[in-house]
């Protein structure tokens, strides 16, 4: 009786320590990251590949493009960097640009991105970080 309840309590030990996303191979011990998920891409199989088509497509629908003193279009590049935070809303950490009309363009435009459901570490909320050229 005493054999049947140790066997018995290490397998509910073995299975109270399972986690989603970390796998367990001897002493070494893994956490997969995954992606946050834009809404409506859900019940895709790709998240990733929808995550960046939906981030594109953002982009390319509410991007503004700015215009100099003489009303000439700005042409450059910017680079967001920026993470979607354990709440799943995008913070934008430093924009890259050697126009200032372009930075504040492209973190209004960071910044307009819906609320998603966040990036996992071991299956808990973690923020994951981006770095995003724009081109303008």
Known sequence: MKKLLIIAFLFSAISGFAQEDVDVDGNKVTMRE????W???EDN???KACFNK???QHIRENIKYSKNAKGEYIRGKAVV???VNEEGKVVVNSVESKYPELKKEA????ESIPTMTPGKLGGKPK???????INF
């Not at 923020?127 to 050229?133: D, R, S």
């Open 127 to 133: 923020a994951i970080k981006y770095t995003i050229p």
């Open 34 to 37: 995954t992606a946050p998920v």
């Open 107 to 110: 973190i209004r435009l960071m």
């Open 81 to 83: 960097k920026m993470k």
């Open 45 to 47: 199989a790709d998240q």
């Open 54 to 56: 939906m981030l594109m």
């Open 39 to 41: 809404k409506g891409c």
